[in-house]
């Protein structure tokens, strides 16, 4: 019982600490420290993930859309910066809704990082159910199939799947 004592203790020390450094500098101190600490906690993680997210968000689409656009993307390719900000919107909205460690949201972040760069490598593994780069690829050709995000469920359900071999084997039979 002690030693749970003992790591709520720091537990909260530590989240104290993080509250104030990112707290003071985002709002007046009249706003957020009569907050019980588990709002005050909330509202740090959600204004500093809005803040890292579209900072971030902002310095990549000014590179990729502003300064290197010819280099990366040629004309037609079905992207838009609004696009790409707005399909991280759920992770900054669940932790609106269920806060969790900021250790873990960045984990999370992460993934979603490697499972966007896998999408866009050209390597089909070809794993049922899952939205491998085939089925992206496709999307970005038809602009009108595989809108699924992680498996093709939703796709298959709603008719606009169109699965990479099948398409492969058609193009052969002609």
Known sequence: ?????????QFVEETTFYNRIILSHLLPA???EPLPHFLQTWL????????LYFISGFLWCFYIYYLKLNVYFPKGLAFHPLDGILQAVPHVIALFILPIHLITHLSLLFLEGIWTASIHDCIHGNIWPIMGAGYHTIHHTTYKHNYGHYTIWMDWMFGTLKVPLAEDDNEKAK
């Open 1 to 9: 019982m002690a030693v749970e004592n003992e790591f709520l203790t």
């Open 44 to 51: 740090r993680n959600y204004l500093a993930g809005n803040l």
């Open 30 to 32: 009249n706003l957020w």
